[in-house]
């Protein structure tokens, strides 16, 4: 899930989304709120990136994480976490660790 500035909603979000898959990942752009302390604090796997490298940038983060299987949400809530089914997702929260790093500029 990438964000940017997503305090008033990451939560809801990941809380939606781990009713369905096994590991909800947030990938934080730069954020210079909230976002990844609270997506942490809702359970979420998250990877920052130290500044808004912009949505492609966390789109292939996302990518790079080498699930058999993920579905992008936007944090923000426009394509809403009831869409994914529960065949959608299956990244463990091992792989999602294993994968774990910081983003710099590419």
């Known amino acids: 899930m990438p964000a940017y500035n997503e305090e008033r909603s990451i939560t809801e979000m990941i809380l939606g989304c781990q009713k369905y898959v096994d590991c909800v990942v947030v990938v934080d752009d730069g954020s210079s709120d909230a976002t990844a302390d609270l997506a942490a604090?809702?359970?979420?796997?998250?990877?920052?990136?130290?500044?808004?490298?912009?949505?492609?940038?966390?789109?292939r983060t996302c990518i790079e994480m080498g699930a058999d299987r993920m579905e992008i949400i936007d944090s923000e809530g426009s394509r809403m976490h009831h869409w994914i089914k529960s065949s959608g997702l299956r990244l463990s929260p091992q792989s999602a660790q294993s994968s774990q790093r910081t983003h710099r500029d590419e």
Not at 41 to 50: K, L
């Open 41 to 59: 604090s809702a359970g979420a796997h998250v990877i920052r990136h130290e500044w808004n490298a912009g949505y492609g940038a966390a789109l």
